[in-house]
């Protein structure tokens, strides 16, 4: 079992040591190995608003750097941790960045076999929600299985400190079992109407998007599995009724 940890902070305090902590706990349940990749490290150039990735293709994008070969490791990941401090109010300009660069996974997604923790290390609860809903989309396609906040402000006494340490050693604990369920991907009725938007969009606005009309027009569904009669017939309608208001400008 390997996961995959990804933090923004540009130290190695808080947010570091509470995957530390999520590590040693995990390590007690299961055979698994941890992986540290440090935006900092890494050579994530900032994006440049040009849109190319979400239009022509993610191929197009000029600029040249680790961004595909941070999502091979994901993809060669069982669990990946996504982790961010909050800065005034929200993840860290670098996770944003981070956020940013594989924007066009929202439109495209693809980390179906993996499951995510969002963490998310704080000095209060100011924040915490909107920055836990910023990593959200970026999963794109996994599945979220750990939601975790931890507070560390410097002036929590002993039993705050206490309390922390004791919901993080917990929420470790249920990500530990969790992840040695064994998983494979289940298509959500969120999924199938997803799929049916996107599918009923590049059909209808083929000249803007060519890189998404490439993905859908290809696919049956995100995955390339079985579906049922109901979820074939959900995709077909979703799809007929999006393609309808599409056309009347609604959409
Ligand atoms: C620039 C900056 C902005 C911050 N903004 C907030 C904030 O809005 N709300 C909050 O609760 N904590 C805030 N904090 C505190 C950090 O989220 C907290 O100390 C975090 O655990 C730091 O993680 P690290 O040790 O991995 O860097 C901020 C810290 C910094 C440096």
Redesign the pocket.
């Known amino acids: 079992m390997k996961i995959l940890a990804i ?1 923004s ?10 995957i530390k902590t999520i590590e040693e706990i995990h390590k007690k349940y299961d055979d698994c190995e941890y992986e540290y990749l440090f935006l900092k490290n890494a050579d994530l150039k900032p994006c440049i608003g040009c849109h190319v990735c979400l239009t022509k293709g993610e191929e197009f994008c000029p600029l040249k750097d680790d961004r595909d070969a941070i999502i091979d490791k994901i993809e060669s990941a069982d669990g990946v941790i996504l982790a961010s ?6 993840v ?1 300009w670098r996770m944003k960045n981070y956020i940013d660069r594989y924007s066009y996974l929202m439109h495209r997604p693809r980390y179906f076999h993996q499951r995510f923790m969002l963490l ?9 929600k909107q920055a836990i809903n910023a990593l959200a989309p970026i999963v794109s396609g996994g599945k979220i299985i750990s939601k975790i906040s ?5 002036g929590m006494n002993d039993k705050k400190i206490k309390n922390q340490l004791r919901k993080l050693q917990k929420k470790a604990k249920k990500f530990a079992k969790k992840m040695k369920k064994p998983y494979s991907y289940r298509p959500s009725f969120g999924y199938l109407i997803w799929f049916s938007a996107f599918k009923a969009l590049q059909k209808e606005e083929t000249k803007h998007n060519t890189a998404d009309f490439k993905y859908y027009s290809q696919k049956k569904f995100f995955v390339d599995m079985e579906l049922t009669f109901g979820q074939r017939a959900i995709l077909k309608i979703f799809e007929a009724l999006f393609g309808f208001l599409v056309r009347i400008g609604i959409v």
């Open positions: 933090i902070s540009p130290r190695k305090k808080n947010t570091y040591n509470a401090p909050n800065h005034t109010m929200n860290n998310i290390t704080s000095g209060s609860f100011q924040g915490i931890v507070m560390n402000s410097p």
